[in-house]
């Protein structure tokens, strides 16, 4: 497991789930055994404009996830409980306001943990919803050729280490850090299977509790978005030296995409 100085960015509390005082950064969350904490939100963002980020999904035990396909949320292992039958998570999506009459809330019927997580790397997890949602779907990166440059990251979590979550999305734009970089900053970081993202010098930005599973994404080389990471964890929120730590969706595409299958997706 983790060390616990490392925060996942975990699910932030809603409703029963009693918001855990972490401070959690860049999908970080610290892994307890009643399941998901808080999860990050995004620090230094701005408010997203209706529609801007259709695939965006807020989840019922305080993460975010992005629409796989119309009927499966990609989010991260460590905002769930482990695999098999699940009708307790609901989805919030089609709305940058969660208090918008116009919110679709589907209920999810079956979660699919990564295989062999253990708290350490293959941070994903895919959450197969009741009904299809009528909203875009945010394609995967199956390389590493996106996995460089300004990354966006967005999500209704804490706008600042240790706040509350947010009624509205906010989004943010973070630099890639390189493998090497990171490490410095994080030993326990797993080369190959995380990335890396933010200002490292001077912080600021970053993603924090209860932004936990969403996306993090850019464009493609045909200016359409693509999906390369999965907010994880981190250690506070927008800190100098510490940048956010996300799955690298890439390295687990195919695993995705067969779970996705699995899933009847």
Known sequence: MRNTLKHLKRASAL????????????????????????????????????????????????????????????????????????TSITATAGVVDLQSSSA?????????????????????ALIKLAEPIDQPTLKIADTTAYNKGDFTVAGWGAAVEGGGQQRYLLKASVPFVDDATCKAAYDELVTGEEICAGKIAEGGVDTCQGDSGGPMFRKDDGGQWIQVGIVSWGEGCARPGKPGVYTEVSTFAKDIKAGATQLGG
């Not at 029963?16 to 999908?27: D, E, N």
């Not at 904490?37 to 305080?62: D, I, K, N, Y």
């Not at 209920?107 to 708290?119: D, F, M, R």
């Open 15 to 86: 409703g029963a789930v009693a918001l855990a005082a972490f401070s959690l950064t860049p999908g970080s969350a610290n892994a307890q055994p009643t399941g998901p904490e808080p999860s990050p939100s995004v620090v230094g963002g701005t408010r997203a404009a209706q529609g801007e980020f259709p695939f965006m999904v807020r989840l019922s035990m305080g993460c975010g996830g992005a629409l796989y396909s119309q009927d499966i949320v990609l989010t991260a292992a460590h905002c769930v409980d482990g695999s098999g039958p699940d």
């Open 104 to 124: 679709i809330k589907v209920k999810s019927t079956e979660v699919l943990q990564a295989p062999g997580y253990n708290g350490t790397g293959k941070d994903w």
